[in-house]
């Protein structure tokens, strides 16, 4: 009988001790999920403007473009013509193969506005007579339509229309290097609402800001603009002059 209890004594040590140890003993660590880093997407006045950044990495370009005659390529913004100038073609990208037909199609006489993602080659010499200094490599390539918005919303919203290709209305009001998408315009030159936005002066055309307003060195007029808004900004493709009621 003591041999018994002794026997079954060293059984419960055990036992306790073995649950003591798994009691203590954590848990297997789940995997870290791993989170795809966001695409890199860029309208193409910010890769020219910083075409050392973007060299020999794939990006994603927002930016109009021309298939027509033999010219295919991204530019600052919409245009009717094709290339004309050396001076035109610095400031564009030449694409290294043309697009789909399916992506063709939906283009208007040629032109509109692309999502190209690709490579950016190093500066050089490319396309047609090699009069492009840059060259995109396309992986992937979308047609992209305007969405009609407000400025009201736009100001309101800003994060829910994040990368979204926009037409939208107000006045634009422009003074030395600077320029604003806002409500209205008094007589003066003086914003009228509480809604504005900044647009890169560099984008907009010294043909429309001759036809605006004048008071001193203030410019403004009604205007619809299109273009690419993206963290707070919207990049103009196209503005063009409100018709007078």
Not at 80 to 107: C, F, H, K, T, Y
Not at 181 to 196: R, T
Request: charged content about 15%.
């Amino acid at each position: 009988m003591q041999i018994y209890r002794v026997f079954r004594l060293i059984i419960v040590g055990l036992l306790s001790s073995l649950l003591a140890a798994c009691a203590n003993e954590l848990p297997p660590a789940l995997p870290t999920p791993t989170v795809a880093p966001r695409a890199v997407v860029v309208p193409i006045t910010s890769v020219l403007a910083e075409p050392q950044r973007w060299s020999g990495q794939t990006i994603t370009v927002v930016a109009p473009t021309m298939v027509k005659n033999d010219d295919r390529v991204l530019m600052s913004a919409l245009a009717d013509s094709p290339v004309s100038s050396p001076g035109q073609a610095q400031q564009m990208i030449w694409l290294a193969e043309p697009p789909p037909d399916a992506i063709r199609s939906q283009l208007t006489d040629g032109t509109g506005v692309l999502k190209v993602r690709g490579q950016l080659s190093p500066p050089g010499a490319y396309g047609r007579e090699q009069r492009f200094p840059y060259q995109i490599s396309p992986e992937s390539v979308e047609v992209l339509q305007p969405e009609r918005t407000t400025l009201v919303n736009l100001v309101q919203n800003p994060r829910a229309l994040d990368r979204i290709l926009l037409t939208v209305e107000g006045t634009l009001l422009a003074q030395q290097s600077s320029a604003l998408l806002v409500d209205k315009v008094s007589e003066g030159g003086v914003p009228v609402g509480l809604n504005q936005i900044k647009l890169p002066y560099a984008t907009i055309d010294q043909a429309l800001l001759d036809r605006l307003k004048r008071s001193g060195e203030v410019r403004w007029g009604a205007v619809h603009v299109i273009g690419w808004w993206q963290d707070g900004t919207l990049t103009p493709f196209k503005i063009t002059l409100a018709e007078s009621p």
